[in-house]
Antibody, heavy 119, light 107 residues
Framework: EVQLVESGGVVVQVGGSLRLSCAASGFTFDDYVMHWVRQDPGKGLEWVSC????????YYADSVKGRFTTSRDNSKNSLYLQMNSLRTDDTALYYCAKAKILENGMDVWGQGTTVTVSS | DIQMTQSPATLSASVGDRVTITCRASQSVSNWLAWYQQKPGKAPNVLIY???SLESGVPSRFSGSGSGTEFTLTISSLQPDDFATYYCQQYRIYPWTFGQGTKVEIK
């Protein structure tokens, strides 16, 4: 079964740091681009970041650029999101998602992990 | 960044209705557009990619059309399982961007 499982979401103070993890199984992890998408409670989806299959290229939303870093460890089938200088508007449910082949959107999503940034 | 605008924000419809949701891009995304369905408490599921290609396992009552800056998602005959929120998303250029969502409610 193809599966993504996020972890690491907690309550953290403004200005703090956090690392989210996403464990992948059921597919050849290093064949695919991987993404992070977040969702404010009761609101819409916001694409956050992605990383190429080999980790050589990363892209970020303007709202997180310079504060968040996406990485991957293909030997562990794992994706990571290092979040620094956290702000209250970073509070959200964070999903990891697998890109479809040829990056035609995202076809597998985890259940999400909740990050709450408290002032 | 490319802005994606969906309309309407909320849509009330009955089982069996034909439903159309529109998505407009602030600049051309060619056909690099996907549609997702999200139910409360669940992750999104892709329905359509490349504007009009149906994802495997998705019922054929869902269809997508359009190119450039204007796109539509059509549900030909709304079923009880279809009451959900729908999002368009462009993937022509980073940062990828989503529309704000369209909630399909029971009339």
């Amino acid at each position: 079964e193809v599966q993504l499982v996020e972890s690491g979401g907690v309550v953290v103070q403004v200005g703090g740091s956090l690392r989210l993890s996403c464990a992948a199984s059921g597919f050849t992890f290093d064949d695919y681009v991987m993404h992070w998408v977040r969702q404010d409670p009761g609101k819409g989806l916001e694409w956050v970041s992605c990383i190429s299959w080999d980790g050589g290229s990363t892209y970020y939303a303007d709202s997180v650029k310079g504060r968040f870093t996406t990485s991957r460890d293909n030997s562990k089938n794992s994706l990571y999101l290092q979040m620094n200088s956290l702000r209250t508007d970073d509070t959200a449910l964070y999903y990891c998602a697998k890109a479809k082949i040829l990056e035609n959107g995202m076809d597998v999503w985890g259940q999400g992990t909740t990050v709450t940034v408290s002032s | 960044d490319i802005q994606m605008t969906q309309s309407p924000a909320t849509l009330s419809a009955s089982v069996g209705d034909r439903v159309t949701i529109t998505c407009r891009a602030s600049q051309s995304v060619s056909n690099w557009l996907a549609w997702y369905q999200q139910k409360p408490g669940k992750a999104p599921n892709v329905l359509i990619y490349q504007a009009s290609s149906l994802e495997s396992g998705v019922p054929s009552r869902f269809s997508g059309s359009g190119s450039g800056t204007e796109f539509t998602l059509t549900i030909s005959s709304l079923q009880p399982d279809d009451f959900a929120t729908y999002y368009c998303q462009q993937y022509r250029i980073y940062p990828w961007t989503f529309g704000q969502g369209t909630k399909v409610e029971i009339k």
